[in-house]
């Protein structure tokens, strides 16, 4: 649990360190998507804040799970969990931040699994982000 707590509060450390270094006024626009876009390829510009949000229990087990997105063009600003309600075993959203930092094109890839097993993942999605 402590662990847990550490790696979170590294990775919002982390994501307001990234966000703060940035030129007052850089992020121009927040950019939403969610897995009704998987499989699309979104433009956005350097400077827009790209939050993914995605849906998932990890009460049962399945997380998911940023695979690939991080790179040259695109930098991560964390992630986070949100339960919808505050009773055990109730869904929620995840949130994966990214800055887009030059132009180029990117695939984030993200999978819904239970990160322990060897069994295919339930649900992936697959986006390509083209940074203006």
């Known amino acids: 649990m402590r662990r847990l707590f550490s790696s979170r509060v590294t990775a919002l450390f982390v994501g307001l360190i990234l966000f703060l270094s940035l030129p007052e006024g850089a992020c121009s626009a927040t950019v939403t998507l969610s897995e009704a876009d998987c499989g699309k ?18 009460t049962t087990g399945y997380t998911w799970e940023a695979k690939s997105g991080e ?12 339960p919808a309600r505050p009773i055990p075993g109730s869904p929620g959203t995840f949130f994966f931040s990214f800055l887009p930092i030059k132009p180029g094109q990117a695939i984030m890839e993200f999978i819904y699994h239970r990160p322990w097993e060897k069994a295919p993942p339930l649900k992936s999605c697959t986006l390509t982000v083209i940074v203006k």
């Open 71 to 82: 790179g040259c063009v695109l930098k991560s600003a964390g992630s986070r969990y949100e």
């Open 41 to 58: 390829s979104i433009e956005a510009t350097a400077g827009d804040m790209l939050m993914v949000v995605l849906e998932g229990n990890p």
